[in-house]
Nanobody, 125 residues
Framework: VQLQASGGGLVQAGGSLRLSCATS????????MGWFRQVPGKEREFVAA????????DYADSVKGRFTISRDYAKNTVYLQMSSLELEDTAVYYC???????????????????WGQGTLVTVSS
């Protein structure tokens, strides 16, 4: 499945930003979706995931309570609403998808077979 991430940009610490990940895939509803992030010199890090049904979500401890993942089946789009942004949130954010019928989404990068191109989020002081 092809994924197109957007919404990154420059934001001050404490601010908010919403990332979007769109696909034209008609079977979007059977894919579990995730967001990961990466900074130079570090491994890709799990941020959030949502199950194919939308009934289960998972968050990294570092973003819990600040970020919200959601999906719109009519628009074939998954969102990452980011609030109370911190300098440490600066990274390239990637959306990803994988086909599964499991109720709980994975947080392991290698489980995700499709990846978007990444969108840069820069948080300034």
């Amino acid at each position: 499945v092809q994924l197109q991430a957007s919404g990154g940009g420059l934001v001050q610490a404490g601010g908010s930003l919403r990332l979007s990940c769109a696909t034209s895939e008609r079977t979007f509803s059977v894919y579990s979706m995730g967001w990961f992030r990466q900074v130079p010199g570090k491994e890709r890090e799990f941020v959030a995931a949502i199950s194919w049904s939308g009934g289960s979500t998972d968050y990294a401890d570092s973003v819990k309570g600040r970020f919200t993942i959601s999906r719109d089946y009519a628009k074939n789009t998954v969102y990452l609403q980011m609030s109370s942004l911190e300098l440490e949130d600066t990274a390239v954010y990637y959306c990803a998808a994988y086909l599964t019928r499991l109720a709980k989404p994975s947080r392991i990068p290698r489980d995700f077979g499709s990846w978007g191109q990444g969108t840069l989020v820069t948080v300034s002081s």
